[in-house]
């Protein structure tokens, strides 16, 4: 279900094999169907990039609308939730990527 959702490119076969387990696969193969978005990870020098695609202004706040609606901070927080997740299940707060 993986390949049909993501597609991997790499130049080192054993580093994307390490690096893409079959737990991080299940998570982000489970966060595509209940986000319903796309999800691009990027490994480059030591460093994980995550961009999620959204149509509206993370940062800004809306001035003259109602602030009584949950969902939208639900949303990013799902998102954040994933993203910690990643970082746990990779280790990376673990510094093992240093040579």
Known sequence: EFQHIFKVYSDNQVEARYILSTNLMNRLVQFNQKANRKVYLSF??????????????????????????????????FDLQLMI???????????????
């Open 85 to 99: 997740g990643i970082v746990d299940n990779l280790n990376l707060n673990r510094r093992i990527w240093k040579k």
């Open 44 to 77: 480059i020098d030591g460093f994980m990039y995550i961009a999620i695609p959204y149509r509206q202004n993370l940062f800004e706040p809306k001035l003259f609308t109602n602030m009584k609606s949950f969902s939208p901070l639900k949303e990013y927080f």
